[in-house]
């Protein structure tokens, strides 16, 4: 095993990204890819070692940049100010996220026939968001991602849809996970549903532990989700 | 690989059951031991290949008998019949079922300690009921159960529970799925449900066919929940 990584700079429009790309040399490529979207504070550690993680699974990670520059936010506002215009303009997300998609794919390294993409919090609703935008990719999977409808118009969903879910989150009531159950019906997506009980946000994340706030890290659910999403990429990209 | 298969008695009262046993002799025992709790149609093939697949698995596997005797129905209303008493009176269902759990602790192939069940339908419903008793047992994994409450005082759940369910399935809709997860979170439980878009019940079934009355056979499903079911076997039995 030969664990690459480097910085990849890609853009959207006038905006430079930067991705952090991560592969097992040592293996016979073109390998499949999978984009790795990042919460609400920017391209940060979290993400990278998710990337390495599968990387050592035999995949072509890239841990993608919503924000431009590999912007990260330090505090709650912070945050806060980088993901709201995105949440405010969901078009300009699938835009952003769809450029990402495009870098990828004309890695050398990577198989532009299988790619799928994950992410967490933010991030899941970013790759929610890039199925809903019809965009033709194997799968994506979200974890704790925001669940909410982005008004746009309604398009066939061509990727297979993995959704890891808190049960008790507070960022996704119940009533939000019965809507996307119908949506996703509606746009025919080959779709599923992870709820894990006594759960809330944020439950990959071992920094997790406010739990007032609705963010608290949950080892069993953590587990489990990542069990899940590796049958699920064995499923949609090998 | 040494693959054994015997027919177990055991009593529930006066209830004679016959039971469907199956485990690797060439494994060193005493080994971990699965409760597999049949459709509505009685300890059938159906059950008894699945026991096989857990034995190959390294799981002893008990394809357990709920109606006595090892009888099976043969139509619609035959399993209507067998199944009916049981629906409407849940603690001679949980009884029945626990003499199943006595049986297996008891054989000496078998680790009293780690003992799981799963069941199909009506036995989904009968290992969520297993679990809604309060036993100790290390996890039940509900295929397409039905969902409903057993109406009896309510315990702690001790086992951690797996539900896997078809989002369209027309035996346990929406409405029923909110009210367990309700139900199994004010019971403490340790609660996963896996729920699949555009599945109707009995998805694991290669034998349902009947869109009408809401049972296809779904293989997508089918392999999903199987890999849920080893990732979850693994996780409380090892």
Known sequence: ?????????YRDGDVSCEGFFCYDASRTGPLPAV???HDWSGRNEFAARKARR??????AAFAL??????????????????????MADRATLAKRITAALTAVRGLPQ???????????CFGGLCVLDLARSG?????VASFHGLLK??????????????????????????????AIAKEFTAAGADWQMHAYGNTVHAFTNP????????????????????????????????
Request: proline letters at 7%.
């Open 1 to 9: 095993m030969t664990i690459k990584e480097e910085l990849v700079n």
């Open 35 to 37: 984009l790795i979207s």
């Open 54 to 59: 599968l990387a050592w699974h035999g995949y």
């Open 65 to 86: 940049d919503m924000y431009g520059g590999g912007k990260q936010g330090k505090t709650t506002e912070e945050n806060q100010a980088l993901m709201g215009p995105f």
């Open 110 to 120: 990577v198989d532009a026939k299988r790619v799928a993409a994950m992410g967490f």
């Open 135 to 139: 965009a033709d990719v194997r799968g």
């Open 149 to 178: 409808p982005n008004g746009l118009e309604t398009k066939p969903i061509k990727s297979k849809v993995l959704m890891m879910h808190g049960y008790d989150d507070p960022m996704a009531p119940p009533e939000e996970v019965l």
């Open 207 to 238: 920094a997790a532990a406010n739990p007032s706030f609705g963010t608290v890290y949950k080892p069993e659910a953590d587990r489990r989700s990542w069990h899940s999403l590796l049958g699920f990429l064995e499923e949609v990209l090998r």
